[in-house]
Nanobody, 120 residues
């Protein structure tokens, strides 16, 4: 059974930092597209950051470029999202997602999410 478990969310003031983690069990990130989505109240879910199946490429949404970094610990099979210079508009539920192949193939597995709240 595949499980993705996020952690690291919390409440911070604007300008602060958080690091989100996504630990996978029953699944190997390497070889499959994996990354992060977020959803703010009343808004649609949006892509934040992804790593291509074999780690050669990363994608960052324009709104987070220069502030967020996606990375992975292959030994721990854990995905990270380092978020710096946080803004109130970064507030939302952050979800880890993982697929079965390329990033164009969609995402088969989702975590339950971790809440990030940024106050001004």
């Amino acid at each position: 059974q595949v499980q993705l478990v996020e952690s690291g969310g919390g409440s911070v003031q604007a300008g602060g930092s958080l690091r989100l983690s996504c630990a996978a069990s029953g699944y190997t990130f390497n070889g499959n597209c994996r990354g992060w989505f977020r959803q703010a109240p009343g808004k649609e879910r949006e892509k934040v950051a992804f790593i291509s199946p074999f780690g050669g490429n990363t994608y960052l949404a324009d709104s987070v470029k220069g502030r967020f970094t996606i990375s992975q610990d292959y030994a721990k099979n854990t995905l990270y999202l380092q978020m710096n210079s946080l803004k109130p508009e970064d507030t939302g539920m952050y979800y880890c997602a993982a697929g079965l192949g390329g990033c164009a193939d969609g995402f088969s597995y989702w975590g339950r999410g971790t809440q990030v709240t940024v106050s001004s």
